[in-house]
Every structure is written in C-alpha cells, then in structure tokens.
C-alpha cells in the first residue's frame, strides 16, 4: 500500500452504521431523539442536585459528575454522527479526527473512574456509617474527582501523542461511526508496538484496576449486609446503592458480553454495537436508573416541578 506521512493526511472517511441507505432517516431520527433525550435528562439530574439541598452530599456531587460526562460522552461522537447521516459527507478531517479520539478516551477513562469513586462513597456509606461524614467530607470528594480528571486527561493525551507520530497508508477510510483508536491504527504503516503497549498498559489501569475495586467494594458491602439481622434494614442498605449498581452493571456488563465472550457477528459489527452502547445506550439510560429507582432524585423532582408551579401562578 501507498505510505504518506501523517503530515500529509488531511482527512479520513467515516463508513459510519452498517445500516442501508433507505434507512438512514430512521435511524436519524432514531438517534436524534435519543442525544437529546440523554443532553436533557442528565441537565435535569444536575438541576436538582443543584438546586435541591438535600442533595448536597457526596453520591450526588459524584453524580453530577457523571451526568455531566454522560453528555459530553454522547456530544463527542453523536452530532458529527448525525451530520454525516444528514449530508452524506462522510469526511472527517485529521485534526477533527484526532481531536474526537482524544475526547472519546478522556471521557471514557472519566466514566471508569467516576463509578470506583462511587462505589467506594457506597462502601463506606454501608460498611462504616458513622465514620462516614467524617471519611467522605468535601476535600476527599473534590480530590477524588480531580485526580478522576488527572488521570484520564493524561491517558487520553498519552494515546493522542503516540498516535500523531505514526504515519498513514493510501487508505484513509475508518469502518465506524466515529475515529476509534484501534481503526486508526490498523490503517497506520507505522510500527505500531509502541501504541499496542500503551493501549493494554492502560487498558489495566483505566478499565481493570477501577473494575476491580468495585468489585472490592461490593464485596465489602456484601459480606456487611448479610451481618444485618433485620429485613428490613438490608432493603434499606441495598437501596442506597441500587442504582449505581445497576449503571455498573450495564457498563461492565457490555464490555463482558461483547469482548469476552465470541459472537456470529462480524468483527466491525460486534466494535460498532459496543461502541453504540458507550456512546449511545448508557448515557441513555443513566438518568432513568438514578430518576425511577431514587427515591431521593424522586423527591427532588416533585419538588422542584411543585415550586415551578407555584411560580407559575
């Protein structure tokens, strides 16, 4: 294949859906209403954190954080997905291209490290309560979300600069709906041993590392729940971190079942569908697991719709 220097690359093709041209409507407007639907009820989560006092503690500062992530998640990939849809250009240029992979990393690494937060505020909130105003006060939660910010922005900007030293062969088409790392370097003529390194180093400390301590720390939470002697107070505990738990287990269960375990599907078939999930689904989803099973955000929201009532009078 032809080889040109990075320098010389001034666009890639985005193949976008493996979805027929007849339906490109559909799903435009499919996935329209789905972007929206996630921008407007994670704004609504961070509303009534916001606005509602009671919500002014720890899990919902973390939350804030992800519904704030959630939308940029989706903003990085989606709109430029929709435009393509739209005007059938399907061109992206170098610089946008890598700019949307440095982005689509960073928040990533951000969810991963939003949700081990999370779950060791659960930890420490069920396993040692009354020590828990106390561990959990407002400078460990500012440091834990910093450091959360620190860390994937070094990752992602770790796999950007790689990526910009290598060079590009003839063939610039991506076969996804934005530019993955993984599709941009199987186009590269480069040596790209460098890059394969980096990505399993930071698999482990981006994916594995904050999947295991979640792991720990519902352990952790497990084995105390059971010490409970009463009904009554394991629903209690259990609901207490229900949501997240479920907002986990769709995050990491996608990668399992999509990874880990082999399917019919095509290669690009099966990276396109885990990719939609990511970018698409969870962000989705996120606002009605923390609204329909909280009864904490429940709250909040009927109180905020009543003042607007009663403003509106």
Known sequence: MKRENQSSVSKFLLLGLPIQPKQQGVFFTLFLGVYLTTVLGN??????????PRLHTPMYFFLSHLALTDISFSTVTIPKMLINMQTQDQSIPYAGCITQMYFFLFFTGLDDFLLTSM???RYVAICHPLHYSTIMGQGLCTLLVTVSWILSCANALCHTLLLTRLSFCADHTIPHFFCDLDALLKLSCSDTSL????????????????FICILISYGRIGTTILKVPSTKGICKALSTCGSHLSVVSLYYGTII???FFPSSNTSRDKSTIASVMYTVVTPLLNPFIYSLRNRDMKGALERLLHRAKVLSQ
Not at 45 to 50: P, Q, S, V, W, Y
Not at 195 to 210: D, K
Request: proline letters at 3%; a negative charge.
């Open 195 to 210: 890059n394969e390194l980096a990505i399993f180093t930071a698999g482990v400390a981006v994916i594995v590392l904050p």
């Open 119 to 121: 779950a060791y505020d």
């Open 257 to 259: 079942g999509l990874y």
């Open 43 to 52: 704004l609504l989560i961070i509303l009534l954190i916001r606005l509602d």
